[in-house]
């Protein structure tokens, strides 16, 4: 059953007060300073109804937070940036500017409507949801690999994309023309919206480390295997015309290779029979194709071809704007009612959108909750200060923030 929206306004208050991880929360956004030295130079924004902003809220204190986030109740709760005085006084001060934030990325499947065919738009399946764990994957190796970014959390966004927060302190101390490099040297798609899998002055002959490291990742565990039947991308010969950017004599000699292979399933073998090197190893001398030695850059056409559809297609300006405002984790999608919930990367692959937290279902299960806390014999639980949210749907989300929290204290 889909959310109801009108149950909103009755569901934000009860969840705001007894499920939103506010000590982990402030833990993060602490960093592992005292208060009064960072947490109250960070903006916050109120979303409220009828998209009233509530912009330049900053607070002192767990404390203070918590009585604002309580009293308003808002239905969109943004972070932005630390600045160099405290946002609730940004009119006093002429020089008043952002300084800090984490490096942000957002990943939205909209962008890849164009080569999804099982959903559109907002839908989310289980089979488009291999486009997120896939660039989730790729592009959390690459913050690790080339930038050695510790300190990396993914944010389901309650509908149809993904966050990624950087805390390193290096990384919040990035300039905007650092920003921009970053996000540039990560975005791979050129503005034709074309994936560039090569570069070299030599037609093309080379291929970047990065376009390895991704394409081996694409590749490792079968899930782009899966996609490519599901999404029925090697239904019709049209790949062979717009996605293996073959040279002309390379298209000749794959037209040839594959009479006969009319099926996806033996098309796919076909493709990683002829291009992929650990494929073509791996079948040895029963490699039907094992004398076919492409050349030039039709040595790479399948890097391109699987790049194209799974590589991380970036809103680079979410990244490169130190003042940015960005969805905060454990907020309330309002058209869904889900909750932002932080993910294992590692696990990401058996997340369900259909069954992320929703508020309406963590609201309701606070009763139960309670109960059992009632019928607990330990009177050391009983005197314990009672964190619904480390019960229940929203627990293992929150072992996910609270395991980043502590990380990015230290990074």
């Not at 560039?196 to 079968?222: F, H, L, S």
């Not at 790479?300 to 969805?327: E, I, M, W």
Request: proline share 4%; glycine share 4%; net charge neutral.
């Amino acid at each position: 059953m889909s959310y109801n929206s009108i149950r909103l306004t009755q569901d934000l208050p009860v969840y705001y007060k007894n499920f939103f991880p506010v000590k982990p929360f402030i833990k993060w956004l602490r960093y592992g300073l005292g208060f009064g030295e960072y947490l109250n130079r960070r903006e916050f924004a109120f979303i409220l109804a009828d998209d009233v902003h509530i912009r330049y809220r900053s607070y002192h204190d767990e404390l203070s937070f918590f009585k604002a986030l309580t009293s308003t109740n808002p239905e969109k709760l943004d972070i932005g940036a630390v600045y160099n005085h405290e946002p609730i006084n940004n009119k006093r001060h002429t020089d008043y500017q952002a300084v800090e934030r984490e490096l942000v990325f957002d990943i939205d499947l909209t962008d890849y409507d164009n080569i999804r065919n099982c959903c559109k738009e907002a839908t989310v399946c289980p089979k488009c949801w291999k486009f997120m764990v896939l660039a989730v994957k790729i592009l959390d190796f690459l913050l690790d690999d080339m930038f050695g970014f510790n300190a990396r959390m993914w944010v389901f966004s309650g509908r149809r994309g993904v966050h990624c927060w950087v805390g390193d302190k290096k990384a919040r101390m990035l300039t905007n023309n650092h920003r921009s490099a970053v996000a540039t040297r990560l975005n791979l798609f050129k503005k034709n919206g074309q994936f560039e899998a090569t570069e070299g002055k030599a037609k093309n002959t080379r291929v970047p480390p990065i376009v390895r490291d991704a394409y081996n990742i694409a590749m490792k565990d079968g899930t782009f295997g899966e996609m490519v039947l599901e999404q029925g991308w090697l239904e019709n010969d049209d790949f062979l015309k717009d996605e293996l950017l073959l040279t002309d004599k390379g298209k000749k000699e794959l037209i040839e290779n594959l009479e006969g292979y009319d099926t996806p399933e033996k098309r796919w073998h076909a493709l990683r029979a002829m291009f992929d090197e650990d494929y073509r190893r791996k079948l040895g001398s029963e490699n039907e194709f094992k004398d076919y030695h492409p050349q030039g850059r039709d040595r790479f056409a399948l890097h391109t071809f699987v790049l194209q559809k799974c590589y991380p297609r970036l809103d680079v300006n979410v990244s490169t704007g130190t003042n940015h405002l960005l969805k905060s984790p454990f907020c309330i999608h309002p058209k869904t009612g889900n909750v932002a919930v932080p993910l294992n990367v590692d696990k990401i692959a058996e997340f369900d959108v259909s069954k992320c937290p929703r508020i309406d279902r963590v609201v309701e299960e606070l009763a139960s909750l309670q109960a059992d806390r009632e019928a607990d014999e330990n009177e050391d639980s009983k005197n314990r200060k009672f964190l619904a949210y480390k019960h229940g749907l929203l627990a293992p989300y929150v072992e996910n923030f609270e395991k980043f929290a502590n990380l990015a204290a230290t990074s």
